[in-house]
């Protein structure tokens, strides 16, 4: 049994949408981290925070693959009901909310709808981003040296990222990252604003 304190922060953490949304495609699933990115259309980044957060909570876990990445999953599900007690006895349904109720069913019906549109729009999206990746793979294997740029090159085509934010997503270490970033710069691959690594514009001059 959670106490007063437990609750109120899982009811903080669901207070968040993105962290609910992850926690249903968990539900699904174990997934790595820019599977979530590209699932849920967040970036890479706002993914590793939400995560952090709820394995500090032990609500996620994880468990490495033969890439050493990370696969989270749900460690403990998470089931609330809430309910709101009145003094008085609810009055009977008027007309009125009668009205209101069919109202909002032909709304529900409408999102449903829209919904399985977005849903096939998304999955045709997701279908053409495998098939990028694919192609940016094949096409690394003649350009770069090894395959942890080209894991840093897909990860960046996500968002702009930090150092700690790249060795999060490739699982490698902090040093092997490093050197590679400098690699890739010099071949003008990439650029660095600040702390930030980002790809170079194609359009940009050597």
């Given at each position: 049994?959670?106490?007063?304190?437990?609750?109120?922060?899982?009811?903080?953490?669901?207070?968040?949408?993105?962290?609910?949304?992850?926690?249903?495609?968990?539900?699904?699933?174990?997934?790595?981290?820019?599977?979530?990115?590209?699932?849920?259309?967040?970036?890479?980044?706002?993914?590793?925070?939400?995560?952090?957060?709820?394995?500090?909570?032990?609500?996620?876990?994880?468990?490495?693959?033969?890439?050493?990445?990370?696969?989270?999953?749900?460690?403990?599900?998470?089931?609330?009901?809430?309910?709101?007690?009145?003094?008085?006895?609810?009055?009977?349904?008027?007309?009125?909310?009668?009205?209101?109720?069919?109202?909002?069913?032909?709304?529900?019906?409408?999102?449903?709808?829209?919904?399985?549109?977005?849903?096939?729009?998304?999955?045709?999206?997701?279908?053409?981003?495998?098939?990028?990746?694919?192609?940016?793979?094949?096409?690394?294997?003649?350009?770069?040296?090894?395959?942890?740029?080209?894991?840093?090159?897909?990860?960046?085509a996500h968002c702009d990222l930090t150092l700690d934010d790249l060795?999060?997503?490739?699982?490698?270490?902090?040093?092997?990252?490093?050197?590679?970033?400098?690699?890739?710069?010099?071949?003008?691959?990439?650029?660095?604003?600040?702390?930030?690594?980002?790809?170079?514009?194609?359009?940009?001059?050597?």
């Amino acid at each position: 049994m959670l106490d007063q304190v437990e609750i109120a922060r899982i009811l903080d953490i669901l207070g968040n949408r993105n962290r609910r949304r992850i926690i249903d495609l968990l539900r699904q699933k174990p997934c790595f981290v820019t599977e979530i990115s590209d699932r849920l259309m967040l970036s890479p980044k706002a993914v590793i925070e939400h995560l952090q957060i709820m394995e500090r909570e032990e609500i996620l876990s994880f468990r490495m693959d033969e890439r050493r990445r990370k696969y989270y999953y749900l460690a403990n599900d998470i089931d609330v009901m809430i309910r709101l007690l009145k003094r008085e006895q609810l009055q009977t349904a008027t007309r009125d909310e009668s009205n209101r109720l069919r109202s909002a069913l032909f709304q529900l019906r409408r999102m449903i709808e829209l919904r399985e549109e977005l849903a096939e729009k998304l999955k045709n999206t997701e279908q053409a981003i495998d098939g990028q990746i694919r192609d940016i793979t094949n096409l690394a294997q003649a350009a770069l040296d090894n395959p942890l740029q080209t894991d840093i090159l897909i990860s960046l085509a996500h968002c702009d990222l930090t150092l700690d934010d790249l060795c999060e997503l490739t699982e490698a270490p902090r040093d092997a990252v490093s050197d590679n970033l400098e690699i890739l710069r010099k071949k003008h691959m990439i650029e660095q604003a600040g702390e930030t690594f980002r790809l170079r514009d194609t359009h940009a001059g050597f």
